[in-house]
């Protein structure tokens, strides 16, 4: 079936550093991708999507680009804040399987000390 | 309302209580998806609802877990006889149409079975 892989963390950084977090996916057919962020205390918000291969989603100075050739989607901003401390969910979307919830990475908890 | 609303909040249970929690979706969306966050751990799918009906419950853990959706709207999931494995958190979310492309994630339902 269809898999999310996240790095793991927690991932400590200093702020304005540069953040990469890993996504690789398995799908069966051809998936939609996000990443979700849930900050602390909060839902699930959405923080940005790709829906075909080399489409780039961005939001809040986040991109992440749908490589198909190596399954992957990494999340990457330029210079964190302290405000982009959360817990980051990788997860796609592959209606092909008839499975219409979203599968989801385990998150990676990104904390960003000033 | 404005978002998708979940109670209670919190929940503590003994061993072998019956527990409901309840999700209100956006107005309008007819998909509807629980999903289970344990500690540490990713999300879990448990159920989708398109309208009333579930065509998906593959992710429900067992038969002591049970869900129904109203009117298109309101949905209750049920643990009957619960068990110290069911601490988690449940999230509920809504998404406009079937196919989901975005979904919209509620603040969940901690619940913690003594």
């Known amino acids: 079936g269809d898999s999310v892989t996240q790095m793991e963390g ?8 540069f953040l990469t977090i890993n996504c690789t996916y398995t799908a069966t057919g051809y998936p939609s991708l996000f990443w979700y962020v849930q ?17 780039k989603g961005s939001n809040k100075g986040f991109e992440a680009t749908y490589r198909k050739e190596t399954t992957s989607f990494h999340l990457e ?21 008839g499975r219409r919830a979203l599968t989801f990475g385990s998150g990676t908890r990104l904390q960003v000390q000033p | 309302g ?4 979940q109670s209670p909040s919190n929940k503590v249970t003994e061993k072998g209580k019956d527990v409901e929690l309840r999700c209100d979706p956006i107005s309008g969306h007819t998909a509807l998806y629980w999903y289970r966050q344990s500690l540490g751990q990713g999300l879990e799918f ?18 002591r ?10 949905s209750t999931l049920t643990i009957q006889r619960t068990q ?7 999230l509920c979310a809504s998404s406009p149409a ?16 003594v």
């Open chain 1, 10 to 17: 927690p991932v400590t950084l200093s702020e304005e550093a």
């Open chain 1, 39 to 55: 900050y602390p205390g909060e839902g699930l918000q959405l923080l940005l999507k790709a829906t075909k291969a080399d489409d």
């Open chain 1, 77 to 97: 901003k330029g210079s964190v804040q302290v405000s982009d401390s959360a817990v980051y969910f990788c997860a796609l979307s592959d209606p092909d399987t």
């Open chain 2, 2 to 5: 404005a978002g998708v609303s």
């Open chain 2, 46 to 63: 448990l159920i989708y609802f398109q309208g009333n009906s579930a065509p998906d419950k593959s992710g429900l853990p067992s038969d």
């Open chain 2, 65 to 74: 877990f049970s869900a129904e959706r109203t009117g298109g709207s309101v």
């Open chain 2, 84 to 90: 110290q494995e069911d601490s988690a958190v449940y």
């Open chain 2, 98 to 113: 079937a196919g989901v492309t975005e979904a919209f994630f509620g603040q969940g339902t901690r619940l913690t079975v």
